[in-house]
Structure formats: structure tokens, C-alpha cells
């Protein structure tokens, strides 16, 4: 079974930073697109940021754009979120996913694409 555990959430003022990381239990992480999605309270969750297999490809939802970035190292077998110039609207539960892929190019956007997620993690921001 394929496990993913995110770290890294907590506390920040509007305007700090933080660094997300989820760690996938498998040894083949290398056959993992992956992406982070987040869920604010009363709100759907929304697609946040994804990255290829190969991690050569990304893409970013247009409200976090040009401050947050999705990385991966895949001798780690972990995938990063890290997360500049916060805003209050960037509080959420977030959550890692993992999307089993033969191509190192794609990306997904959807949840529905994905085969595995984590249990989430808090960020909170504030004023």
C-alpha cells in the first residue's frame, strides 16, 4: 500500500513562509505524478500545484502562482511544497496526492485523477 505523510504545516504571519513535505512509502516514487490540493473550512477542496513524474513539468493554480513552489526529490522519495509571501486566504487543510503515470511529462489537475492521498496538514495564517 502506498502511504503519503505530509509535514511541515503550522502557524505563519501574512506575508512568512512555509515548507509542506509529503513522503511516499513506496520505493517507486519515481512512477508518481504528484500534486497538493487544499481545503479551506466550508469550502471544496481546490487544486493547488502538481508536478510530473520526471519533475520537469509543473503547474499552479492562478491564486497561488509566483509564490508558491512545488519541488520534488525523488532520491528522497518526497515531494515539497514551499510557500512565500502567505496570505490569509492561504489557510487550509493541505494535502498531498500521488497519481501513478508511465508518462515523466504529465500533469493532473483534477482529484479525481489521483490514486493516493495523505492525511493533510494545517496552515494557518494570520493577519
Known amino acids: 500500500q502506498v502511504q503519503l505523510v505530509e509535514s511541515g504545516g503550522g502557524l505563519a504571519q501574512a506575508g512568512g513562509s512555509l515548507r509542506l513535505s509529503c513522503a511516499v512509502s513506496?520505493?517507486?516514487?519515481?512512477?508518481?505524478?504528484m500534486g497538493w490540493f487544499r481545503q479551506a473550512p466550508g469550502k471544496e477542496r481546490e487544486f493547488v500545484a502538481s508536478i510530473s513524474r520526471s519533475g520537469g513539468s509543473t503547474s499552479y493554480a492562478d491564486s497561488v502562482k509566483g509564490r508558491f513552489t512545488i519541488s520534488r526529490d525523488n532520491a528522497k522519495n518526497t515531494v515539497y511544497l514551499q510557500m512565500n509571501s502567505l496570505k490569509p486566504e492561504d489557510t487550509a487543510v493541505y494535502y498531498c496526492?500521488?497519481?501513478?503515470?508511465?508518462?515523466?511529462?504529465?500533469?493532473?489537475?483534477?482529484?479525481?485523477?489521483?490514486?493516493?492521498w495523505g492525511q493533510g496538514t494545517q496552515v494557518t495564517v494570520s493577519s
Open positions: 496526492a500521488a497519481k501513478l503515470s508511465l508518462s515523466g511529462k504529465s500533469l493532473f489537475l483534477v482529484q479525481n485523477d489521483y490514486d493516493y
Open positions: 513506496r520505493r517507486t516514487f519515481i512512477s508518481y505524478a
